[in-house]
């Protein structure tokens, strides 16, 4: 095991250099102030590991590329000074114990391509500032205590591909913006309170891979435009409150499931699909799933 202190006594060693990486070696403690002294360091590692503490305010005094502290046990608030890395690229928290709101001016990291937060206990709504990240290519906020609408500016984040928002609170409906996001693989919103049907400009989403919808309160009919998917495609629509038939547009795509839902009986469907019927009404849950 690495405490802090020994962190702290070696950090003169990594003065002129560009990477600091101590990942996996059960480093525990606060991390020291004293990393503020590292003005040449781009990378800093130190994902794997103990630490605890705030994470330091004086890292925004730095001009890292790439900051890795998953994986740890770090408390506190995500510091406003982390908005003055304007260069940074990716900026990766998950897995920690993170709490608070996610600030309005990580819109500032114009050059972020990485937003990993997910698995913390941050809480409050998304802010629509977070459209502003133009580079952002992955969004991961699941598994928090998230509440309010999904943003409709986060469909100006036309390079996006990945957007996880599953297990948190949020409410309202899925918006039509998020069919701008044309490179879009992975839509993952299962296990949230969201109402209302699912948009057809989801449909124009021709890279997508994976949609999962589970676990809503989402209601109507299924858009015939879900059947512009690659039939490889995975569609997860259970545990909702869909009615009517299923579009024969959709009987293309290999495996679709739809089980616990309102949905018409006297319909056939693909033997590779996932079918049952009724389901009871869900109840929104209260704080975020026990699981990942």
């Known amino acids: 095991v690495m405490t802090c202190e020994r962190l702290r006594l070696i950090i003169d060693d ?12 059960q480093l525990e403690g606060s991390l020291p102030p004293e990393i503020g002294k590292l003005k040449n360091l781009k990378k800093l590692v130190l994902n794997n590991n103990l630490l605890c503490g705030e994470v330091p305010s004086v890292i925004g005094d730095l001009d890292l590329l790439y900051v890795y502290l998953e994986n740890n046990s770090l408390e506190g608030r995500i510091p406003p000074d982390i908005c003055k890395l304007h260069n940074l690229k990716s900026l990766m928290l998950g897995n920690n114990q993170i709490a608070g709101s996610i600030p309005e001016n ?13 698995n913390n206990n941050l809480s409050g709504p ?25 943003p409709a500016e986060l469909g100006d984040m036309k390079k996006l591909y990945r957007l996880s928002l599953f297990n948190n609170q949020l409410t309202g409906e899925i918006p039509r913006e998020l069919g701008n996001l044309r490179g879009l693989t992975d839509i993952n919103l299962h296990n949230n309170c969201l109402e209302g049907s699912v948009p057809e400009t989801l449909g124009k989403l021709f890279y997508l891979k994976y949609l999962d919808l589970h676990s809503n309160n989402l209601t109507g009919t299924i858009p015939p435009q879900l059947g512009n998917y690659d039939r490889s495609t995975i569609i997860n629509l259970q545990c909702n409150c869909f009615t009517g038939y299923i579009p024969k547009e959709l009987h293309r795509i290999h495996l679709v499931m739809i089980q616990r839902n309102y949905f018409a009986t006297d319909q056939s469907f693909p033997k590779s699909w996932y079918v049952s019927y009724s389901c009871q009404p869900r109840s929104c849950k209260t704080g975020k799933s026990a699981y990942k």
Do not use: A
């Not at 990580?106 to 997910?118: F, G």
């Not at 629509?128 to 699941?142: C, D, S």
């Open 106 to 118: 990580l819109s500032y990291l114009e050059n972020l391509r990485v937003l990993d937060l997910r």
């Open 14 to 25: 990594y003065l002129e250099s560009y990477t600091m990486s101590l990942s996996d070696c």
């Open 126 to 150: 998304i802010p629509k500032e977070l459209g502003k990240l133009k580079q952002l290519h992955t969004l991961y906020l699941q598994n928090n205590f998230l509440f309010g609408s999904i």
